[in-house]
């Protein structure tokens, strides 16, 4: 891979702040967009800025349409699925919210879930939960290298379970869920698994078939999209247990008035959970996007990051600093590595603040805190309450070796002048 050349695609990488260069090592939040993504989401606004799906009768609802209808079929191509079983969201957090609130749970089943997970995936199963509509959540816990193994949550996984919820990539570790086997396991005890893959569908192939999964969902912004679009994967053969969730304009055949009364006749297909105008640039954006990383090749990116991601550990191995989850890149899906001080008194946010404001010519962004995942940090004995969390230094394509060079230096530094003040 060209990295020169593919980071001549993407502005945010040829500003400077302050006379400073940017250094982006913030890609799990969201990733930089190349001129390709902008270029579409302008092409929509500058030239159709109409409706799209079946609303309008004219040459730019169709256009609009046609080029969704493209993007949706992209998106399908690049995970494995078919085009019927792809549903726009908002987001990977409204996909979840989608999934748990459209199925019909039985009040006494349990929903399986680990003390890795996102929050977007685990609170739609605990507002289930504390409104009675499932029994319980069950978490399965990580090993002490904050790995899981198959057996862990085969002892979790009983016939009174009717989802079990696995992230594929960790967005603290990096770290991937063995996902076929615990499917398996969880099919066998007659229970859906919902896949999270928003960190790991930018990084990695994917083939949602092999996996086997009944729902899968991720968001375009991390893998080089426009905001505002995410992605439900929804295997066919269990979309007839999902009920309506948004109800209105484009989800129906028909809503029949007679006797004063209405009654509303619903899509028998995934469109039913498009309800409304939808986001048309973005999804046009993220057709786009999906081209743009097609063209690149996943296996290039996925390669090329695993360079990353052991150099990135090799410079965090330092005795002041604790990574968190396996030193073992092989063990990583993705470029991301998060570690804090073993000195709790320096804060996290203090760190991203020195990288981001103090280094001499470069501006270095990066997250600190707990990255809507507190549950995983009380489970390694940090206390968000106390403003104890982690420093999430994530990668993409388009980040070199050199900027990791400058990064370690810079910590180094950092670290030298906190000594110093103690």
């Known amino acids: 891979m060209d990295v020169e050349k593919v980071r001549k695609d993407f502005p945010v990488l040829w500003r400077e702040l302050e006379g400073k260069k940017i250094i982006y090592f913030d890609n799990a939040c969201t990733t930089l967009k190349p001129k390709q993504v902008i270029d579409a989401v302008r092409y929509y606004y500058e030239n159709l800025s109409s409706c799209g799906g079946s609303r309008s009768s004219h040459d730019l609802s169709r256009e609009t349409n046609e080029l969704c209808e493209a993007s949706r079929e992209k998106v399908a191509e690049f995970i494995g699925a078919d085009l019927s079983e792809i549903v726009w969201t908002k987001n990977t957090t409204e996909a979840v919210n989608l999934v748990a609130n459209a199925l ?26 504390n409104s009675k509509k499932i029994d319980d959540i069950v978490f399965v816990e990580p090993n002490k290298e904050s790995v899981f193994d198959v057996e862990s949550w085969k002892e979790k996984i009983t016939p009174d379970v009717g989802m079990v919820c696995l992230t594929h990539a960790s967005n603290v570790t990096g770290c991937e869920t063995p996902v076929k086997e615990i499917t398996e396991i969880a099919h066998d005890n007659e229970a859906l698994v919902l896949l999270d893959s928003a960190q790991s569908v930018p990084h990695v192939p994917i083939d949602v078939k092999k996996l086997d999964v009944d729902f899968m969902v991720f968001s375009l912004h991390k893998m080089c999209g426009p905001t505002g679009v995410g992605v439900l994967y929804c295997n066919e053969s269990v979309s007839d247990k999902l009920d309506t969730f948004l109800v209105g304009g484009d989800t129906i055949i028909d809503v029949e008035y007679k006797n004063n009364r209405i009654e509303p006749e619903f899509l028998p297909n995934l469109r039913r959970f498009e309800a409304g105008i939808q986001n048309y640039a973005g999804i046009i954006g993220s057709g786009a996007a999906v081209e743009y990383l097609l ?82 940090h009380y489970y390694i004995d940090l206390n968000p309450k106390l403003g104890e969390g982690t420093i999430r230094a994530s990668l993409y394509f388009y980040n070199t070796r050199e900027e990791i060079d400058i990064f370690a230096n810079a910590l180094k530094e950092f670290l030298k002048i906190v000594s110093g003040s103690l």
């Open 104 to 129: 019909d749970f039985n009040r006494n089943q349990k929903v399986v879930c680990s003390a890795l997970d996102h929050h977007s995936l685990i609170l739609p199963f605990w507002k289930l939960m």
């Open 295 to 376: 063209k690149l090749g996943i296996d290039e990116i996925y390669n090329y990051e695993k360079t990353l991601v052991q150099k990135l550990l090799d410079v965090l191995s330092l005795d002041e600093l604790e990574i968190v989850g396996p030193h073992d890149f092989k063990k990583k899906v993705c470029a991301l590595v998060s570690f804090y001080l073993k000195n709790k008194n320096i804060s996290p946010k203090d760190v991203a603040e020195y990288l981001n404001s103090d280094v001499k010519g470069y501006k270095i962004m990066l997250r600190a805190g707990q990255h809507c995942a507190n549950p995983f």
